[in-house]
């Protein structure tokens, strides 16, 4: 996970007691905004405890962030909130992961499979800028922002299924 754009690496032999704190820089603001196709993020902060537990670590935190995107229909500037919990367990053994080829059932209230720690150090930015993309509106909306009802409508006769349509309708050769 090195090399994200908040990187802040902690040692895994020696987490910190007190949470961390991450405020995005404007460099990193504008280096994120490039990154997911912003506008702009206008603010980016985090907390996030790293704790020890039996065979790893827990990262639990809160990502909260300001940022500006495109109306998908208006292309009007769209200012969005959020506010995401963070949560990831990691294990230290291989043999504690789910093994490959397992059935994993995704379920909102069950906790995700654990994540494995490699190397000395943890990257909690890269996770922070991960929950942070992860809670990016994909279809960002201006409000009252709809597409004309002529616009709905006007690609369905020319879609391919509408051709093949008429194709399967049409009287076939005889020969």
């Not at 800028?129 to 597409?147: D, K, Q, T, W």
């Amino acid at each position: 996970m090195n090399g994200s754009v908040l990187q802040r690496d902690v040692s895994i032999a020696e987490p910190p007691s007190a949470p961390i704190a991450i405020a995005a820089t404007e460099a990193q603001r504008r280096a994120l905004a490039d990154a997911y196709d912003l506008v702009a993020v206008k603010a980016l902060e985090a907390t996030v405890e790293v704790i020890p537990v039996s065979g790893g670590l827990r990262v639990d935190g809160r990502v909260i962030a300001d940022i500006v995107q495109t109306c998908v229909v208006s292309l009007a500037p769209v200012d969005e909130h959020i506010d995401e919990p963070l949560s990831v367990r990691f294990v230290d053994d291989p043999a504690r992961l789910p093994a490959p080829g397992a059935e994993v059932v995704v379920d909102e209230e069950t906790a995700d499979p654990p994540e494995l720690l490699e190397g000395p150090t943890l990257d909690v930015g890269a996770l922070v800028e991960e929950y942070f993309a992860l809670a990016i509106n994909p279809y960002p909306r201006a409000p009252g922002a709809e597409l004309p009802a002529d616009a709905i409508d006007s690609g369905a006769a020319d879609s391919p299924f509408a051709v093949l349509a008429s194709l399967a309708k049409s009287p076939r050769p005889k020969g």
